[in-house]
Structures are given as structure tokens and as C-alpha cells.
């Protein structure tokens, strides 16, 4: 049977679910058939759109059980990370959506506050969940409001040290508050059964609580037995509690423990939801799940259960997209060549081995490869530590996450000038992942750390040449960006003038079109179509493009009209900083910087948000016509006659 017909057959539960409150009314059986509805579902529609089929797969009877136990939205659901809240959403009213998952119009991949009352952190970003449920629990304290609070960490977030930061002052506030640990990432043997419940129930009763405390008074004040006896009995307690579940990782953070629990057990989970519901503080319900649970080529995918593919083949879970050389294999295939010739070239990855290419260098050199978690902010400090040790790191992460380490970049590695490298995956618009995870400001962020150098390669040759001339560098930091997807045809220069690459000229010099990084091809477009108006545009590929090169503000001054495109936001951009430089300069030609609006940019194919912002060959064609032919109609200033004399 199909994975269509199995959710065309079977699924007449799933269809009468439009809230919380109808799952809450079924049986025992009902949850069973509804979990495979779930998953026929999630496999059926994802393998379309593409999206986070995985993680969703592994927490079906979790999130059940949650919603079950809880009443969402007055009681608050937060996921961490978000990207596990598929189900969730489901469940809530929104399966008419996932047809459009990801795309212009659908459903967000990730919590959406404008999609339901049910979503409220919709950031993305891993171990945020428990610093907001610690706020939200505290402040529902002070107000008095009788409001759960359930935070599901999981898939990796554990390893971001905010989570052990939250954790620190959860367990001092003391608050009511439920951490649901998402644990698809070790190979527990849980130890379920009735002594086990027996001793969570008992750990997470107040009238034991209250027994422990009165002993604890009563034998501290007794002479010289008092206290050792107190400390024996307990550590007996301990003892006991251990055998049954050895893995109990949390017990000195002085927040309650549940588990391991079957995270696939929907009674299990649920009697440990409501345990830790009625407990009157912070509760940790350690769930063991399996991610891909129940689909077959998820299970059996070794790299990451069918993480978060593109469309996909709902039979066979191979991806349905014709292979081609994507920027991230060009990284990764040019990282092990220096590698190769580099013994004190390392990399680290923050949870990103796979999708950011440092796996390819794993594969080869595995002792030279740190996967540090989901840690952006340890992974630049240990970076410089690292080159303090005399080595060269290459840091690699996705653009967006980097701004979580700005003030390591900034004091811990620029301060110091060493030479750590990072590499930013999916820099600029990337589309189907939304606001979050669009990598548009770090040429803004970075480009005020001082001795930081910035690099955004146009295709695989400039690419590969700028990675080495980044790893060369030995004073201070550098930062080498690129798009995702489909790596550029390359372009070659006709000429280059100190770093910067001359790739279209004309006889006329009208204008000067700055195009950063993958929009070097959008130049070259742009300049063909001004052309055709009778004006004359030359196209650069500035290549490094921080600090903004003295040869770049030379080449201004000899053009009439100066325009920069970028794929990053303008304020604080690379169009900005070139202004600035030609001020300092006293270039007085005028300057069109055009890029990202700052904002939260909607979710979408990166052509489709591009085409919102303008940034198109045929938009930006027409802005520049529009803005030359109007200095056409201004009178010549006296500094502009002199230098068109100048050069003439």
C-alpha cells in the first residue's frame, strides 16, 4: 500500500481532529490508529513541500500526550527546537495548510504567532525555549494566573549552553514549570514498569517532599547522628532511584526527574505529564524517542533520519531534485585540499556537519573535526583557542546563527587578531525556512568588528580562491559567505584592479554597478539591459568587501553614478560603508545602495522574496536608468566638470 492510499484509508480519525479537544475524548485505541494517520500525513504532504520530516516523525505520541494533558493555548507550549512542531500544528486546526508547507501563502516550517493562538516563540533558533518559559513562569507567578508552562526541548538543543543557563535559575525560582527533554539523540535502554512509576510518582509527590524535609529537620537536630544519618538515608534514596534509571542526568540541577519514559507510549508519557503538572514546581519528563520513528528510509538514513530534505520520494525517501555541484560541496571539497596541504587547518561545526560540508573533512581528517553542539558562541572562543594553540580554524555555520556569537567574534577573536575563519552557509535570502533563517545580517553585524576581513565569493572559482586567501590570512579574523543552493556558473573578470574584479566595461562610465557576491551575474544582466538605453555601466565584483578596498573608491570617482546591489540588509551594508569610504575620500558621486529592507521577510522561494524586495535584473535594470537619465536633467557641478576633465 502507498503512503497516499494509507492516508486516504485510514485517515477518518485524523479528519475529526480540528483541536486539542477532540484528541483529548479518544480512547487508548483511537491514539494508536490516530499516531499512523500522523505519520501517513506527515510523509504524504512533507515529501512535496520538503521540511523537517524527521524530528515530526519521532515526537507523534508526545505531542498527543501533551495535548492531552494540557489545555493549549491557555496553557503554554513552546518547542525547542521549533522546527519538532509539525505535529503540534496538526493537532491544532492546520492540516488544510500543509499542501502549502514552507511556500509562498502556507504554512510556516517552524511556530508562527499569525498562524494560531497556539504558537507563541516562533524565533527558531535552538536552547531559547527554557530562558522564555522561565520568563513566562515567573511572570504568571507574580500575576497570580494558574497557567502551565511546558517547554519541549529536543533534538540537540540540549547542547546550547542558554539551556544550562535557564536551567540554572529555573531550578532557583522554583516555579511551576514542565521541561519535557526530547531525547532522540542517545541509545537509552529506559527502565519502564511498575517500579519505576512507582519511584517517579513518589519523587513527585508533595507529602513525600514535606516527609524528607521534616526527617531532615528533625535528624539536623540531633547531636552528631542527626546530620550523617540524614546524609545516608538519602544517599540510600539516591542509590535506589539510580538503579532504576542510571541515565538520570539531571538530578544535581535540584529540578525533579521523571524518566526515562517511552516517548512513543502515549499512556506512559501522559502519566508523566500529569505527574509533573500536579508537582507544584520545576519537572523534568525525560522522553526517549526515536527520530524517523515509523518510516522506514528515515530510520535507516545514518546522516540524520531524514532531518530536514527537499522533496522526496514518499515510497523510497530519496530526494526527487536532480543532483547538482551545490555551493556547500564546492566549500567542502576545497576545505579538504587545503586540509591536504595544511596540517594545522582544523574545522568546527556547531551541529551542522552535514548541511555546512565540514562532514567531507570529517570523513578524511576525523581528528581535526569539532562538533561542538548547538553552541555558536563555545565554538568561536574554543576557534580562538584554538588559534592560540597555533592552529588555523575554520568555523563553519549558517549565517543566521552567527549573530548568537557577535560579542565572541568581536572581543575573543578579533581583539586578540587571530586567525579563525568562518564560514557562513546560506548567507542572504534563503526562502522556505522564513525570518529566522535568513543569513542577511552579517555583512551589517560583522562589518563594524574591527581587523575583520569580509569575503563574498560570486561563483566555485572565486569561492575556492577566496577560502584560500582567507585561511592565509594570520593577523586577525576573516569571514567568507555564500548563498545556498546551486552554485553560479563562473563568471571570469576581464581585469582586476588590487582585489576587485572587473567584469563588465563599457566606453561610456556612467556607471559604476557594485554587485556583491551571487549577484555578479545580476550585474552583468542589469548592465546589458541599461545598455539598451544608451547608457554605459561597469559591472565589479568587489570580492573582498570588507574593509571596503581603496581600489573600489578609485573606481567610483571616475563614474557619474555609483550603485550597489547586496543580499544583505542596507542598513549598515556594504553600499553604506562604500558611501562612507567615499566620503572619507571626498568622492563626491552619488551613491544607490540597494539590498534588504530591514524587517521580517516572509517565507517563500528565494526568487519570489527577491522579486518583493526589487532586487531583480529588470527592477534594479530599471532603477539605475531612472536614476542616471535624471542627472541628465541636473547641471554639471563645478567638482564634477573637473574630474570628467581629469580623466579625459
Not at 147 to 162: E, F, N, Q, S, Y
Not at 574 to 586: E, N, T, Y
Request: glycine content about 10%; hydrophobic content about 45%.
Amino acid at each position: 500500500m502507498s503512503v497516499e492510499e494509507g492516508t486516504a484509508n485510514h485517515g477518518r480519525l485524523l479528519g475529526s481532529v480540528r483541536g486539542p479537544q477532540d484528541v483529548k475524548r479518544m480512547t487508548a485505541e483511537q491514539l494508536d490508529i490516530l499516531a499512523a494517520e500522523i505519520r501517513d500525513f506527515l510523509i504524504a504532504k512533507v515529501s512535496r513541500t520538503g521540511g523537517h520530516v524527521g524530528p515530526n516523525l519521532g515526537v507523534v505520541e508526545l505531542t498527543l500526550a501533551m495535548h492531552r494533558v494540557f489545555d493549549s493555548p491557555r496553557d503554554r507550549l513552546l518547542f525547542d527546537t521549533g522546527h519538532q512542531a509539525y505535529v503540534h500544528k496538526i493537532i491544532t486546526g492546520r492540516q488544510d495548510g500543509f499542501d502549502k508547507l514552507r511556500q509562498r501563502g502556507g504554512l510556516s516550517g517552524y511556530p508562527n504567532q499569525a498562524e494560531s493562538e497556539h504558537d507563541l516563540v516562533e524565533n527558531s533558533h535552538a536552547s531559547t525555549a527554557l530562558s522564555y518559559a522561565d520568563g513566562l513562569a515567573k511572570a504568571y507567578a507574580l500575576r497570580g494566573e494558574k497557567r502551565a508552562v511546558v517547554a519541549v526541548v529536543g533534538d540537540g538543543a540540549l547542547t546550547g549552553g542558554m539551556c544550562w543557563e535557564a536551567l540554572n535559575n529555573i531550578a532557583t525560582a522554583g516555579n511551576p514549570l514542565v521541561i519535557v527533554v526530547n531525547d532522540n539523540g542517545r541509545s537509552y535502554s529506559p527502565t519502564i514498569g511498575g517500579l519505576a512509576d512507582h519511584l517517579s510518582s513518589l519523587r513527585l509527590n508533595p507529602g513525600y517532599e514535606k516527609v524528607l524535609d521534616t526527617v531532615k529537620d528533625a535528624l539536623g537536630n540531633t547531636p552528631f547522628v542527626g546530620k550523617p544519618m540524614y546524609e545516608v538515608l538519602h544517599a540510600v534514596k539516591k542509590g535506589i532511584k539510580d538503579a532504576v534509571a542510571p541515565q538520570a542526568m539531571f538530578e544535581d540541577l535540584g529540578i525533579k526527574y521523571v524518566g526515562p519514559v517511552d516517548g512513543h507510549d502515549v499512556p506512559a508519557v501522559e502519566t508523566a505529564l500529569r505527574a509533573a503538572k500536579n508537582f507544584g514546581g520545576p519537572v523534568i519528563v525525560h522522553a526517549v524517542t526515536r527520530k524517523g520513528y515509523g518510516y522506514r528510509p528515515a530510520e535507516e538514513d545514518e546522516a540524520d533520519c531524514l532531518h530536514g530534505p527537499g522533496a522526496f520520494d514518499a515510497e523510497t525517501g530519496k530526494l526527487l531534485a536532480v543532483p547538482s555541484v551545490k555551493w556547500t560541496n564546492v566549500f567542502a571539497d576545497e576545505l579538504v585540499a587545503i586540509a591536504d596541504e595544511r596540517p594545522d587547518v582544523v574545522g568546527i561545526t556547531a551541529a551542522m556537519a552535514e548541511p555546512t560540508g565540514i562532514a567531507t573533512l570529517a570523513r578524511k581528517y576525523p581528528e581535526r573535526v569539532y562538533d561542538v553542539g548547538i553552541a555558536e558562541q563555545h565554538a568561536a572562543t574554543s576557534a580562538a583557542g584554538l588559534a592560540m594553540g597555533g592552529l588555523h580554524p575554520v568555523v563553519a555555520v549558517y549565517a543566521t546563527f552567527l549573530n548568537r556569537a557577535f560579542d565572541q567574534v568581536l572581543l575573543d577573536v578579533a581583539m586578540h587578531r587571530l586567525p579563525v575563519t568562518f564560514v557562513l552557509d546560506r548567507a542572504g535570502i534563503t526562502g522556505p525556512d522564513g525570518p529566522s533563517h535568513y543569513g542577511i545580517w552579517d555583512m551589517s553585524v560583522f562589518g563594524v568588528v574591527p581587523g575583520l576581513r569580509i569575503a563574498a565569493p560570486r561563483d566555485s572559482a572565486t569561492l575556492r580562491e577566496e577560502l584560500r586567501e582567507a585561511v592565509a590570512v594570520d593577523d586577525g579574523p576573516t569571514i567568507l559567505r555564500f548563498p545556498t543552493g546551486t552554485v553560479a556558473a563562473d563568471l571570469p573578470a576581464l581585469r582586476r584592479v588590487g582585489p576587485v574584479d572587473v567584469l563588465a566595461e563599457s566606453a561610456r562610465t556612467d556607471v559604476l554597478l557594485v554587485a556583491v557576491g551571487s549577484f555578479a551575474g545580476l550585474g552583468m544582466e542589469v548592465a546589458t539591459r541599461v545598455a539598451e538605453q544608451g547608457y554605459g555601466v561597469t559591472v565589479v565584483d568587489p570580492r573582498w568587501v570588507r574593509p571596503v578596498p581603496a581600489e573600489l573608491v578609485e573606481l567610483a570617482a571616475g563614474h557619474r553614478l555609483v550603485v550597489t546591489v547586496e543580499d544583505g540588509v542596507r542598513v549598515g551594508g556594504v553600499g553604506s560603508a562604500l558611501a562612507q569610504a567615499m566620503r572619507d575620500a571626498d568622492v563626491r558621486v552619488p551613491v544607490k545602495d540597494l539590498g534588504v529592507p530591514a524587517g521580517w521577510h516572509p517565507h517563500g522561494t528565494r526568487a519570489q522574496i527577491l522579486a518583493d524586495l526589487g532586487l531583480t535584473a529588470q527592477d534594479v535594470a530599471r532603477d539605475v536608468t531612472g536614476w542616471i537619465s535624471g542627472l541628465d536633467a541636473q547641471p554639471v557641478e563645478p567638482h564634477q566638470a573637473d574630474q570628467a576633465a581629469a580623466k579625459n
